[in-house]
């Protein structure tokens, strides 16, 4: 899985991706992870989502997962949301299937 220490600019890939430091836009990719001490500021478009750090955005996954560091603002798009105990979120999440 190719992880970015800062990614500026939007990405388009078949591949997993991970953040460890911080990101400016959006991502489309296959499997999204977020590191604990990893900002992001942009929307993700992924089939998984994994989020231990800050992010500021949309989600549109069809799993997401916050990890007990997340910290998470906006909107997420999803039918499965697993929050660990820790984790914070402030927004909205929305069932695809219904909107």
């Known amino acids: 899985m190719p992880a970015y220490r800062r990614l ?4 388009n890939c078949l591949e997993d991706v991970t953040i ?5 836009g ?3 990719c296959r499997r999204y992870e ?3 001490d990893a ?3 942009g929307n ?3 089939d998984e989502a994994q989020l231990s750090g800050t992010f500021f955005g949309d989600i549109h996954a069809k799993f997401v997962l916050l990890k007990p560091t997340a910290h ?9 949301l697993t929050m660990e ?3 914070a979120f402030n927004g909205q999440r929305l069932d695809p299937s219904t909107t």
């Open 20 to 24: 460890t430091l911080l990101a400016k």
């Open 34 to 36: 977020l590191g604990a």
């Open 39 to 41: 900002e992001h500021y």
């Open 72 to 80: 998470v603002y906006g909107v997420i798009h999803t039918k499965n």
């Open 85 to 87: 105990e820790g984790a």
């Open 26 to 28: 959006n991502i489309h």
């Open 8 to 11: 500026m600019g939007d990405m």
């Open 44 to 46: 993700i478009f992924a």
